[in-house]
């Protein structure tokens, strides 16, 4: 009987992980998509982005309470029913529309085309929102909290940002020079991947048992809000940039190179933006072995510092410093983005991190907070928009100060605001 509850744990684990590596697939479409719409609408580069984000200010609270009524797996399959239909509609948009022009904005007419391409991003959002809002408190609840928790949720991270370093190198090999001519037909085979990849996920995790805490029990009463909690409100905060963060980095060193011109210069991009997810799935597989022994507290203090310094010297670096990594790419690039690629190294371990820290303590408002930080991934959509607009004004490497901006709020919440000192507060 005891084996039979130890193998049913795992394959949850395993389902689970599954979940978040397709998270990052579908997410990170929008920085290398946003270099094909860009060419034709330079307003709506980080619009994809900003839509599938955007979803999460919808979807992040319902979310939360369909965990709790519907249970882990069918919002999960519900989720993944939501993604079939928003990549189909990414890719339908590589169908029509292009010759419908709909009003004029900032001198462009905006056609059809691309509104139906929002729209699918817009549906993804939910998708994903809803994945994450599965995948987070069942790995942090399989690992029973904790170092252990977060040790669960790392490796799951590693398998996201696996995934994560696919989809923009994929889109620069389907690609390779963006022009004028360049079109989301072009990269229709990773649409037709990502729905293939989401209907065999459907089957599985349809097939497999899931813990269900909260399903079939009496609903425990919330006399207060997560919020009363101020290491949960503060890391609210913090989930918030720290999406900001992960998005903004890779999607202007993307644009930052492709924008360079030379010969397959959108291979490159995607190259140096995948390679820093690739740290990413270093960083987080590292973590994985060292979060049972070293507090999450520490290691978040450590990758954040990390990160700022490494943003400082790249922007004050000359562009004229070049250098060439053979692994990644035979192209000489200024020896700034590669110090901007290391700083996957350091954000793979905040999302989990700040997560874990965030419902520490909270018992029966874990469920409720969770939807709570889903809502705020808004911020991955909103900070990459705002970063995009001061890389419009003042040029895309000094964007990266309000990076630095963010990663200094989380180094503060890894000091002092993820302190639990509401603990009078009755969790149970």
Excluded at 35 to 64: S, V
Excluded at 308 to 316: Q, T
Excluded at 329 to 352: E, F, Q, R
Aim: proline content about 4%.
């Amino acid at each position: 009987m005891e084996s039979n509850k130890t193998n049913g744990k795992i394959i949850a684990i395993i389902t689970m992980c599954f979940i978040f590596a397709m998270i990052s697939f579908v997410t990170n479409m929008g920085a290398p998509f946003g270099n094909i719409w860009g060419e034709h609408f330079p307003f709506a580069k980080a619009w994809g982005n900003l839509m599938n984000f955007a979803a999460y200010l919808f979807m992040g609270i319902p979310a939360g309470k369909m965990l709790i009524k519907y249970g882990y797996k069918k919002t999960a399959l519900i989720a993944l029913i939501v993604g079939i239909v928003g990549l189909a509609f990414q890719y339908l948009s590589s169908l029509v529309g292009a010759k419908t022009g709909l009003f004029e904005y900032q001198g462009v007419t905006v056609t059809l085309n691309l509104i139906i391409y929002l729209l699918g991003a817009f549906i993804c959002g939910f998708c994903v929102c809803m994945l994450n809002t599965v995948v987070n408190p069942m790995l942090n609840l399989l690992g029973g909290g904790g170092n252990k928790g977060n040790q669960l949720i790392q490796i799951g991270g590693t398998l996201n940002s696996l995934t994560g370093t696919l989809t923009p190198l994929l889109t620069g090999i389907l690609v390779g020079t963006v022009t004028k001519d360049t079109h989301m037909s072009d990269v229709s085979p990773l649409l037709f991947i990502g729905m293939a990849v989401f209907a065999i996920s459907f089957v599985i995790i349809s097939r497999v048992n899931i813990p269900e805490p909260t399903l079939g029990k009496v609903q425990p009463k919330y006399e207060r809000s997560p919020l009363a909690f101020r290491h949960c409100l503060l890391g609210v905060i913090a989930i918030f940039f720290y999406v900001g963060i992960e998005i903004g980095i890779p999607m202007q060193l993307n644009f930052y190179l492709t924008n360079l011109g030379f010969e397959g210069a959108a291979v490159v991009g995607g190259a140096y933006a995948a390679a820093y997810w690739f740290l990413m799935m270093v960083g987080r597989f590292c973590s994985s072995f060292i979060s049972g022994k070293v507090s999450t507290r520490t290691q978040l203090t450590i990758v954040s510092s990390v990160a700022i310094a490494l943003l400082v010297i790249a922007i004050f670096m000359p562009e004229s410093s070049t250098m060439t990594v053979s692994l990644i790419s035979d192209n000489p690039v200024p020896t700034k983005s590669v110090l901007i690629a290391i700083c996957g190294l350091c954000t793979s371990i905040m999302w989990g991190g700040i997560f874990n820290l965030s419902v520490e303590g909270l018992g029966k408002y874990t469920e409720a907070a969770s939807g709570l930080f889903m809502t705020m991934v808004v911020g991955g959509g909103i900070m990459p928009l705002i970063q995009e607009s001061i890389a419009k004004s003042a040029g895309i490497i000094n964007s990266y100060w309000l990076v630095i901006g963010m990663l200094a709020y989380i180094l503060f919440y890894a000091l002092i605001g993820s302190r639990n000192v509401n603990k009078d507060i009755k969790v149970d």
